[in-house]
């Protein structure tokens, strides 16, 4: 059974980079012919898309965050990761990795992460 | 991307039927890319439906999916008390990118 668990720093400062990790354990990112998925959610607020990845290489970005985001793959240690850059109190968020296309499962993300809260904060 | 309009809030007793619907633009009915997620309070989302009307292995049967032109929905049939959570619709776009509804708070009266 995949599982998923997202990790990083819990506190980032304003104008710096948030990096996290999701680590994938019970099958191998680099021969899963999944999408990775990071989405957010704001305390009290709904869920937000932030981008998905594919076969390691092909990315996708939700348009209002597109020239601050970035997905990728670590195939050696089973993790994909996000970066984004130049943060602000807006990004103050509940952080989940997510997968879709496990299970025979389309178009949805079957498989979440417990999330971890990010708060951007001086 | 296309935006998805849930109504904030829906209410039922125990035993009841509510529908939460979900209204986009032509990509919700053009392709058959919706999937419904519950989250009960601080939790992760689950997901519910995907395309349309399908659900994953372990969803009861109380939960299902429909479409009718732009308009999708979820019905939840013999409410229970444990179904009480804010349910989010999304679509899998042409651009493949993914957009979420705003979401749909349901109480258990």
């Known amino acids: 059974q995949l599982q998923l668990q997202e990790s990083g720093p819990g506190l980032v400062k304003p104008s710096e980079t948030l990096s996290l990790t999701c680590t994938v354990s019970?099958?191998?990112?680099?021969?899963?012919?999944?999408?990775w998925g990071w989405i957010r959610q704001p305390p009290g607020e709904g869920l937000e898309w932030i981008g998905t990845i594919y076969y390691r290489v092909r990315t996708y970005y939700n348009a209002s965050l597109k020239s601050r985001v970035s997905i990728s793959v670590d195939t050696s240690k089973n993790q994909f990761s996000l970066k984004l850059t130049s943060v602000t109190a807006a990004d103050t968020a509940v952080y989940y990795c997510?997968?879709?296309?496990?299970?025979?499962?389309?178009?949805?993300?079957?498989?979440w992460g417990q999330g971890t809260m990010v708060t951007v904060s001086s | 991307q296309s935006a998805l309009t849930q109504p904030p809030s829906v209410s039922g007793s125990p035993g009841q039927s509510v529908t939460i619907s979900c209204t986009g633009t032509?990509?919700?009915?053009?392709?058959?890319?919706v999937s419904w997620y519950q989250q009960p309070p601080g939790t992760a989302p689950k997901l519910m439906i995907y395309?349309?009307?399908n659900r994953p292995s372990g969803v009861p049967d109380r939960f299902s999916g429909s479409k009718s032109g732009n308009t999708a929905s979820l019905t939840i049939s013999g409410l229970q008390a444990e179904d009480e959570a804010d349910y989010y619709c999304?679509?899998?776009?042409?651009?493949?990118?993914?957009?979420f509804g705003g979401g749909t708070r349901l109480t258990v009266l």
């Open positions: 032509s990509d919700v009915g053009s392709y058959n890319r």
């Open positions: 395309e349309v009307g």
């Open positions: 019970g099958d191998s990112i680099s021969s899963s012919p999944y999408y």
């Open positions: 997510a997968t879709m296309g496990t299970n025979g499962v389309s178009y949805g993300f079957d498989i």
């Open positions: 999304s679509l899998y776009t042409s651009s493949s990118t993914v957009v």
